[in-house]
């Protein structure tokens, strides 16, 4: 499966940005991680294919929202009220694997990533 992800940019603090993730193919469950400058990757958001159900990182939570189109294969985060600790590369996973559960799950735990796209938040 190949993934392609887009949508970074440039924006002020406050503002919103939309990810977006286009799939090769049918994915279980697609997820959005980030890695800042020094740090490490961490996880953002996660969505499996159907019920809509998600998981949310805690700074993620009340400010973004993961959504599916699945006649596209294609998973978007949206990002509001964004922070200049935003500001990382964003990469979209994947994995035909439930990883939907109680527990934030580990970038091992996806099979497939896309490129990353860039996020700059200024303040």
């Known amino acids: 499966v190949q993934l392609q992800a887009s949508g970074g940019g440039l924006v002020q603090a406050g503002n919103s940005l939309r990810l977006s993730c286009s799939a090769s193919?049918?994915?279980?469950?697609t997820g959005w991680f980030r890695q800042a400058p020094g740090k490490e990757r961490e996880f953002v958001a996660g969505?499996?294919?159907?019920?809509?159900?998600?998981i949310y990182a805690d700074s993620a939570k009340g400010r973004f929202t993961i959504s599916r189109d699945n006649t596209k294969n294609t998973v978007y985060l949206e990002m509001n009220s964004l922070k200049s600790e935003d500001t990382a590369i964003y990469f979209c996973?994947?994995?035909?694997?439930?990883?939907?559960?109680?527990?934030?799950?580990?970038?091992?735990?996806?099979?497939?990533w896309g490129q990353g796209t860039l996020v700059t938040v200024s303040s």
């Open positions: 996973a994947a994995t035909q694997r439930n990883l939907i559960t109680s527990s934030i799950p580990r970038a091992d735990e996806y099979d497939y």
């Open positions: 193919a049918r994915t279980f469950t």
């Open positions: 969505r499996r294919w159907n019920f809509g159900s998600s």
